[in-house]
Nanobody, 123 residues
Framework: QVQLVESGGGAVEAGGSLRLSCAASGRTFSNYAMGWFRQSAGKEREFVAAVVWNGGTTYYADSVKGRFTISRDNAKNTVYLQMNSLKPEDTAVYYC????????????????WGQGTQVTVSS
């Protein structure tokens, strides 16, 4: 069974930075692409970023492009999301997920999810 555990969330002021981490259990972490999604109050969960198995290609939602960076360390079974220039609209619970198949931007393409970590950005 795969377990994903996010950490690094918190409260920051607009313009600040946070780095989220997602630690994965299991030996096959490096075989899979990984993604970050977020869900704010009253809204559907949405795609934020994804990284392929070796870190060579990344994908971003337009809303975070140029501000967020996804990366991974396969030796540590960990994927990261560096978030800079944070805005109040980035406030959400952030989830990491392991990709199964299909488009990296779709929730249905992922079959394992973490519990989430709260990010709150004040103005």
């Amino acid at each position: 069974q795969v377990q994903l555990v996010e950490s690094g969330g918190g409260a920051v002021e607009a313009g600040g930075s946070l780095r989220l981490s997602c630690a994965a259990s299991g030996r096959t972490f490096s075989n899979y692409a990984m993604g970050w999604f977020r869900q704010s109050a009253g809204k559907e969960r949405e795609f934020v970023a994804a990284v392929v198995w070796n870190g060579g290609t990344t994908y971003y939602a337009d809303s975070v492009k140029g501000r967020f960076t996804i990366s991974r360390d396969n030796a540590k079974n960990t994927v990261y999301l560096q978030m800079n220039s944070l805005k109040p609209e980035d406030t959400a619970v952030y989830y990491c997920a392991r990709h199964r198949s299909g488009s990296y931007t779709l929730l249905a393409a992922y079959n394992y999810w973490g519990q989430g970590t709260q990010v709150t950005v004040s103005s």
